[in-house]
Protein backbone atom coordinates (compact mmCIF):
# COMPACT_ATOMS: atom_id res chain seq x y z
CA UNK A 1 0.00 0.00 0.00
CA UNK A 2 1.29 3.19 -0.99
CA UNK A 3 2.12 6.16 1.78
CA UNK A 4 -0.07 9.11 0.28
CA UNK A 5 0.98 11.13 3.13
CA UNK A 6 2.56 14.44 2.68
CA UNK A 7 4.11 17.76 4.43
CA UNK A 8 3.15 21.53 3.45
CA UNK A 9 6.08 23.28 5.80
CA UNK A 10 4.61 22.27 9.50
CA UNK A 11 1.32 20.89 8.43
CA UNK A 12 1.24 16.96 8.11
CA UNK A 13 -1.67 16.00 5.52
CA UNK A 14 -2.72 12.24 5.42
CA UNK A 15 -3.52 12.74 1.50
CA UNK A 16 -1.92 15.23 -0.83
CA UNK A 17 -5.73 16.34 -1.81
CA UNK A 18 -7.26 19.53 -0.62
CA UNK A 19 -10.64 20.86 -0.76
CA UNK A 20 -10.06 24.04 -2.68
CA UNK A 21 -11.80 27.53 -0.61
CA UNK A 22 -14.75 28.76 -2.06
CA UNK A 23 -15.92 25.14 -3.32
CA UNK A 24 -17.10 23.75 -0.63
CA UNK A 25 -19.12 26.08 1.55
CA UNK A 26 -17.90 26.48 5.11
CA UNK A 27 -16.91 22.70 4.99
CA UNK A 28 -19.76 22.01 7.76
CA UNK A 29 -22.20 23.24 5.09
CA UNK A 30 -20.92 20.26 2.96
CA UNK A 31 -20.41 17.62 5.27
CA UNK A 32 -23.31 15.75 4.35
CA UNK A 33 -22.77 15.73 0.66
CA UNK A 34 -18.98 14.80 1.10
CA UNK A 35 -16.39 12.51 2.41
CA UNK A 36 -14.25 14.91 3.58
CA UNK A 37 -11.45 11.72 5.12
CA UNK A 38 -10.74 11.31 1.49
CA UNK A 39 -8.87 15.04 1.44
CA UNK A 40 -5.67 15.69 3.53
CA UNK A 41 -7.42 19.23 4.69
CA UNK A 42 -10.84 21.09 3.72
CA UNK A 43 -10.51 25.34 3.34
CA UNK A 44 -13.57 26.93 4.07
CA UNK A 45 -14.75 29.90 1.84
CA UNK A 46 -13.48 33.16 2.24
CA UNK A 47 -14.80 34.94 5.08
CA UNK A 48 -14.57 39.25 6.16
CA UNK A 49 -14.21 41.03 9.04
CA UNK A 50 -18.12 42.26 8.34
CA UNK A 51 -20.59 40.79 6.31
CA UNK A 52 -20.49 40.73 2.79
CA UNK A 53 -23.27 40.78 0.28
CA UNK A 54 -21.50 39.62 -2.84
CA UNK A 55 -22.39 40.78 -6.20
CA UNK A 56 -25.83 40.23 -7.68
CA UNK A 57 -26.15 37.70 -10.20
CA UNK A 58 -25.48 35.85 -12.94
CA UNK A 59 -22.39 35.18 -11.03
CA UNK A 60 -21.45 31.81 -12.25
CA UNK A 61 -20.91 31.36 -16.02
CA UNK A 62 -19.31 27.97 -17.96
CA UNK A 63 -17.23 29.24 -20.48
CA UNK A 64 -15.39 26.56 -22.70
CA UNK A 65 -13.86 23.84 -20.26
CA UNK A 66 -13.49 26.36 -17.49
CA UNK A 67 -15.97 28.15 -15.56
CA UNK A 68 -16.06 31.83 -14.61
CA UNK A 69 -17.51 33.44 -10.60
CA UNK A 70 -17.93 36.77 -10.11
CA UNK A 71 -19.55 35.53 -6.68
CA UNK A 72 -17.71 38.73 -4.86
CA UNK A 73 -16.91 36.72 -1.56
CA UNK A 74 -20.57 36.50 0.03
CA UNK A 75 -19.71 35.53 3.36
CA UNK A 76 -21.62 36.59 7.14
CA UNK A 77 -18.46 37.98 8.13
CA UNK A 78 -16.45 36.94 10.77
CA UNK A 79 -18.32 37.19 14.21
CA UNK A 80 -21.05 35.13 12.40
CA UNK A 81 -18.85 32.66 11.06
CA UNK A 82 -17.35 31.69 14.27
CA UNK A 83 -20.77 31.41 16.17
CA UNK A 84 -22.09 29.31 13.32
CA UNK A 85 -19.29 27.04 12.21
CA UNK A 86 -16.84 27.30 15.14
CA UNK A 87 -18.51 24.86 17.33
CA UNK A 88 -19.10 21.98 14.82
CA UNK A 89 -15.49 21.50 12.92
CA UNK A 90 -14.50 19.56 15.89
CA UNK A 91 -17.00 17.15 14.52
CA UNK A 92 -15.90 16.36 10.73
CA UNK A 93 -13.27 14.51 9.65
CA UNK A 94 -10.52 16.45 8.45
CA UNK A 95 -8.52 19.39 9.57
CA UNK A 96 -10.39 22.32 8.02
CA UNK A 97 -8.33 25.72 7.31
CA UNK A 98 -10.04 29.00 7.29
CA UNK A 99 -9.65 31.25 4.80
CA UNK A 100 -9.18 35.58 5.34
CA UNK A 101 -9.75 38.04 2.69
CA UNK A 102 -10.42 41.91 3.98
CA UNK A 103 -9.90 45.36 2.08
CA UNK A 104 -6.88 46.00 4.43
CA UNK A 105 -4.25 44.55 6.46
CA UNK A 106 -5.52 44.84 9.69
CA UNK A 107 -8.88 43.70 8.35
CA UNK A 108 -7.09 40.58 7.58
CA UNK A 109 -5.86 40.55 11.38
CA UNK A 110 -9.01 40.77 12.60
CA UNK A 111 -10.40 37.69 10.61
CA UNK A 112 -6.99 35.63 11.65
CA UNK A 113 -7.95 35.94 15.38
CA UNK A 114 -11.78 35.38 14.74
CA UNK A 115 -10.78 31.94 12.87
CA UNK A 116 -7.83 30.95 15.29
CA UNK A 117 -10.85 31.75 18.15
CA UNK A 118 -13.27 28.89 15.72
CA UNK A 119 -11.08 26.24 16.39
CA UNK A 120 -9.35 26.36 12.65
CA UNK A 121 -6.08 24.48 12.08
CA UNK A 122 -4.36 26.70 9.38
CA UNK A 123 -5.31 30.11 7.88
CA UNK A 124 -5.08 30.43 4.03
CA UNK A 125 -4.83 34.52 3.20
CA UNK A 126 -6.58 35.23 -0.03
CA UNK A 127 -4.62 37.97 -1.16
CA UNK A 128 -6.04 36.84 -4.88
CA UNK A 129 -9.97 37.45 -4.79
CA UNK A 130 -10.72 38.58 -8.71
CA UNK A 131 -14.13 39.82 -7.68
CA UNK A 132 -13.56 42.69 -5.04
CA UNK A 133 -15.77 45.64 -6.31
CA UNK A 134 -12.91 48.08 -5.43
CA UNK A 135 -10.65 46.24 -7.92
CA UNK A 136 -8.04 45.24 -4.74
CA UNK A 137 -5.63 42.54 -5.97
CA UNK A 138 -3.34 42.56 -2.86
CA UNK A 139 -1.42 39.61 -5.09
CA UNK A 140 -0.67 41.82 -7.73
CA UNK A 141 1.91 43.98 -5.43
CA UNK A 142 4.79 42.43 -3.59
CA UNK A 143 4.63 45.12 -0.54
CA UNK A 144 0.44 45.30 -0.10
CA UNK A 145 0.86 41.13 -0.17
CA UNK A 146 3.61 41.39 2.51
CA UNK A 147 2.22 43.68 4.65
CA UNK A 148 -1.08 41.70 4.36
CA UNK A 149 0.57 38.21 5.53
CA UNK A 150 2.84 40.29 8.07
CA UNK A 151 -0.89 41.58 9.92
CA UNK A 152 -2.43 37.64 10.17
CA UNK A 153 1.28 36.54 11.40
CA UNK A 154 0.90 39.31 13.95
CA UNK A 155 -2.80 37.90 14.73
CA UNK A 156 -2.14 34.00 14.89
CA UNK A 157 -0.06 31.21 15.94
CA UNK A 158 -1.54 28.72 13.48
CA UNK A 159 0.52 27.88 10.23
CA UNK A 160 -0.40 30.44 7.51
CA UNK A 161 -0.45 30.03 3.70
CA UNK A 162 -1.14 32.46 1.24
CA UNK A 163 -2.86 32.51 -1.78
CA UNK A 164 -1.43 33.88 -4.77
CA UNK A 165 -2.85 35.04 -8.27
CA UNK A 166 -1.57 33.96 -11.48
CA UNK A 167 -2.20 37.52 -13.07
CA UNK A 168 0.71 38.49 -11.41
CA UNK A 169 3.61 39.32 -13.48
CA UNK A 170 6.22 38.17 -11.46
CA UNK A 171 4.55 35.39 -9.65
CA UNK A 172 7.91 35.03 -7.84
CA UNK A 173 8.90 38.12 -6.27
CA UNK A 174 4.92 37.68 -4.78
CA UNK A 175 5.85 34.31 -3.40
CA UNK A 176 9.17 35.56 -1.76
CA UNK A 177 8.19 38.88 -0.19
CA UNK A 178 5.61 36.84 1.16
CA UNK A 179 7.57 34.35 2.47
CA UNK A 180 9.59 36.89 4.41
CA UNK A 181 6.18 38.34 6.26
CA UNK A 182 5.80 35.13 7.97
CA UNK A 183 3.64 32.82 5.18
CA UNK A 184 4.49 29.50 5.86
CA UNK A 185 3.48 28.08 2.47
CA UNK A 186 2.05 29.44 -0.80
CA UNK A 187 -1.13 28.43 -2.73
CA UNK A 188 -0.86 28.65 -6.36
CA UNK A 189 -3.22 29.52 -7.41
CA UNK A 190 -6.44 31.52 -7.03
CA UNK A 191 -8.63 32.13 -10.31
CA UNK A 192 -7.39 34.01 -13.81
CA UNK A 193 -9.67 37.05 -14.71
CA UNK A 194 -12.10 36.40 -17.64
CA UNK A 195 -14.86 37.30 -18.89
CA UNK A 196 -17.45 35.95 -21.48
CA UNK A 197 -20.78 37.66 -23.35
CA UNK A 198 -23.49 35.89 -24.83
CA UNK A 199 -23.88 37.05 -28.54
CA UNK A 200 -28.11 37.18 -28.38
CA UNK A 201 -28.82 38.78 -25.37
CA UNK A 202 -25.13 40.77 -25.67
CA UNK A 203 -24.84 40.88 -22.67
CA UNK A 204 -21.64 40.19 -20.16
CA UNK A 205 -22.35 36.04 -18.30
CA UNK A 206 -21.09 37.63 -15.47
CA UNK A 207 -23.23 40.76 -13.41
CA UNK A 208 -19.78 42.30 -12.90
CA UNK A 209 -18.63 41.58 -16.61
CA UNK A 210 -15.27 40.45 -15.23
CA UNK A 211 -14.47 37.39 -12.88
CA UNK A 212 -12.44 34.74 -11.90
CA UNK A 213 -11.67 31.98 -14.76
CA UNK A 214 -11.37 28.11 -13.33
CA UNK A 215 -11.20 24.40 -14.30
CA UNK A 216 -9.21 22.69 -16.77
CA UNK A 217 -8.06 25.71 -18.77
CA UNK A 218 -6.20 26.89 -15.40
CA UNK A 219 -4.20 24.34 -15.57
CA UNK A 220 -0.98 24.59 -17.48
CA UNK A 221 -0.95 28.42 -16.04
CA UNK A 222 -1.13 27.25 -12.61
CA UNK A 223 1.51 24.51 -13.56
CA UNK A 224 3.28 27.44 -14.79
CA UNK A 225 3.49 29.50 -11.35
CA UNK A 226 4.37 26.03 -9.63
CA UNK A 227 7.13 25.67 -11.53
CA UNK A 228 8.49 28.94 -11.66
CA UNK A 229 7.97 29.51 -7.71
CA UNK A 230 9.34 26.30 -7.14
CA UNK A 231 12.80 27.09 -9.46
CA UNK A 232 13.23 29.95 -7.67
CA UNK A 233 12.32 29.39 -3.98
CA UNK A 234 12.83 25.94 -3.22
CA UNK A 235 13.02 25.74 -0.07
CA UNK A 236 8.80 27.37 -0.07
CA UNK A 237 6.08 24.58 0.09
CA UNK A 238 3.45 25.15 -2.10
CA UNK A 239 0.17 24.00 -2.51
CA UNK A 240 -1.21 23.41 -6.55
CA UNK A 241 -4.49 24.66 -7.56
CA UNK A 242 -6.07 24.75 -10.61
CA UNK A 243 -7.51 22.47 -12.85
CA UNK A 244 -6.99 19.45 -10.88
CA UNK A 245 -9.72 16.72 -11.82
CA UNK A 246 -7.48 13.39 -11.99
CA UNK A 247 -4.98 11.59 -9.96
CA UNK A 248 -2.38 12.00 -12.84
CA UNK A 249 -3.16 15.99 -13.08
CA UNK A 250 -2.40 15.62 -8.48
CA UNK A 251 0.78 13.82 -9.99
CA UNK A 252 1.63 16.57 -12.77
CA UNK A 253 1.63 19.50 -9.96
CA UNK A 254 3.69 17.68 -7.34
CA UNK A 255 5.99 16.91 -10.02
CA UNK A 256 6.33 20.46 -10.72
CA UNK A 257 7.35 21.24 -7.17
CA UNK A 258 3.95 21.60 -4.96
CA UNK A 259 3.48 19.49 -1.75
CA UNK A 260 -0.10 19.31 -2.29
CA UNK A 261 -2.91 20.18 -3.97
CA UNK A 262 -6.18 21.76 -4.18
CA UNK A 263 -9.29 20.90 -6.12
CA UNK A 264 -12.50 23.09 -6.78
CA UNK A 265 -14.17 23.18 -9.50
CA UNK A 266 -14.63 19.34 -10.00
CA UNK A 267 -16.96 19.41 -7.37
CA UNK A 268 -19.62 21.36 -9.08
CA UNK A 269 -19.77 18.57 -11.39
CA UNK A 270 -18.72 15.92 -9.12
CA UNK A 271 -18.81 16.40 -5.72
CA UNK A 272 -16.84 13.33 -4.30
CA UNK A 273 -14.03 13.81 -7.07
CA UNK A 274 -12.10 13.51 -4.24
CA UNK A 275 -12.31 9.70 -3.93
CA UNK A 276 -11.97 8.69 -7.43
CA UNK A 277 -8.92 10.94 -7.78
CA UNK A 278 -7.26 8.98 -4.51
CA UNK A 279 -8.31 5.91 -6.49
CA UNK A 280 -6.51 6.93 -9.65
CA UNK A 281 -3.50 8.13 -7.67
CA UNK A 282 -3.14 4.99 -5.68
CA UNK A 283 -2.66 3.17 -8.73
CA UNK A 284 -0.41 5.57 -10.87
CA UNK A 285 1.98 5.04 -7.24
CA UNK A 286 1.55 1.17 -7.69
CA UNK A 287 1.65 1.55 -11.66
CA UNK A 288 5.01 3.09 -11.44
CA UNK A 289 6.47 1.49 -8.55
CA UNK A 290 6.74 4.74 -6.09
CA UNK A 291 6.50 3.85 -2.64
CA UNK A 292 5.63 7.72 -1.27
CA UNK A 293 3.84 10.19 -2.40
CA UNK A 294 6.54 12.40 -1.33
CA UNK A 295 8.89 10.98 -3.85
CA UNK A 296 6.86 12.62 -6.38
CA UNK A 297 7.55 16.58 -5.22
CA UNK A 298 9.50 18.51 -7.54
CA UNK A 299 10.95 15.39 -9.31
CA UNK A 300 9.63 16.39 -12.86
CA UNK A 301 13.16 15.60 -15.06
CA UNK A 302 15.17 18.08 -17.24
CA UNK A 303 15.16 17.40 -21.15
C1 LIG B 1 -17.46 29.42 -7.28
C2 LIG B 1 -16.08 29.64 -6.77
C3 LIG B 1 -15.88 30.33 -5.58
C4 LIG B 1 -14.59 30.54 -5.09
N1 LIG B 1 -14.43 31.22 -3.92
C5 LIG B 1 -13.17 31.35 -3.39
C6 LIG B 1 -12.98 31.95 -2.12
O1 LIG B 1 -13.92 32.34 -1.43
N2 LIG B 1 -11.71 32.09 -1.67
C7 LIG B 1 -10.62 31.64 -2.38
O2 LIG B 1 -9.48 31.78 -1.92
N3 LIG B 1 -10.78 31.04 -3.59
C8 LIG B 1 -12.03 30.89 -4.10
N4 LIG B 1 -12.19 30.27 -5.30
C9 LIG B 1 -11.01 29.81 -6.07
C10 LIG B 1 -10.72 28.31 -5.83
O3 LIG B 1 -10.43 28.05 -4.49
C11 LIG B 1 -9.54 27.85 -6.71
O4 LIG B 1 -8.39 28.59 -6.34
C12 LIG B 1 -9.79 28.09 -8.20
O5 LIG B 1 -11.14 27.81 -8.53
C13 LIG B 1 -8.85 27.24 -9.08
O6 LIG B 1 -9.00 25.87 -8.84
P1 LIG B 1 -9.98 24.93 -9.73
O7 LIG B 1 -9.62 25.15 -11.16
O8 LIG B 1 -9.73 23.55 -9.22
O9 LIG B 1 -11.36 25.38 -9.43
C14 LIG B 1 -13.48 30.04 -5.82
C15 LIG B 1 -13.68 29.33 -7.01
C16 LIG B 1 -14.96 29.13 -7.49
C17 LIG B 1 -15.13 28.35 -8.77
Known sequence: MSDLSTRVGPVHLNSPVIAASGTVGSVVDFAATIDFS???????????????????????APSGTGMLNGIGIQNPGIDAWVDEVGSRLADLPVPVWGSAVAHDAPGFGVVARGLEQAGVDAIEVNLSCPNL????????????????????????RLPIGAKLSPNA????????????????????????????????????????????YSGAPLKPIALRCVWEVARVLPGLPIVGCGGVASGEDVVEYLLAGASAVAIGTVHFAEPRAARRIQRELERFLDRTGTARIEELIGAAKPW
Open 38 to 60: FYGAAVAKSVAPEPWKGRPPPRL
Open 133 to 156: DDGQLFALDAVASASVVAAVRAGT
Open 169 to 212: ERIADIAEAVAQAGADWVVLTNTVWGAAFDVNSRRPKLSGVVGG
